[in-house]
């Protein structure tokens, strides 16, 4: 079992910056992939990026969101920078075995840390 908790989350102006950490337990396969996605309220979970030595990121985020891995400490982090009103959402750390898009290929999720963006 993989244990997963996600912590950073806040109120934030537009503009603002805020940096998301996730702490992993458990047992814990370095090869699999960590990710971050969110999910805004009435939408669909949507993939924000993830990493297993290389990194990808989503369209919407490029640019202005760096993802990062701690292999010593077990650690996850999501540096958010120029942040607009519509990055409001839950945000969720989640691990598996593929570099993909679809929740449905991540075994384990956190339960979840907010962000609101204000304008």
């Known amino acids: 079992q993989v244990q997963l908790v996600e912590s950073g989350g806040g109120l934030v102006q537009a503009g603002g910056s805020l940096r998301l950490s996730c702490a992993a337990s458990?047992?814990?396969?370095?090869?699999?992939?960590m990710a971050w996605f969110r999910q805004a309220p009435g939408k669909e979970r949507e993939f924000v990026a993830a990493?297993?030595?290389?990194?990808f990121y989503a369209d919407s985020v490029k640019g202005r969101f760096t993802i990062s891995r701690d292999y010593t400490k077990n650690m996850l982090y999501l540096q958010m920078n120029s942040l607009k009103p519509e990055d409001t959402a839950v945000y969720y750390c989640?691990?598996?075995?593929?570099?993909?898009?679809?929740?449905?290929?991540?075994?384990?999720w956190g339960p979840g840390t907010q962000v609101t963006v204000s304008s």
């Open positions: 458990g047992r814990i396969y370095s090869s699999y992939v």
């Open positions: 990493i297993r030595g290389s990194v």
């Open positions: 989640a691990t598996g075995p593929d570099m993909v898009q679809v929740t449905t290929a991540y075994v384990y």
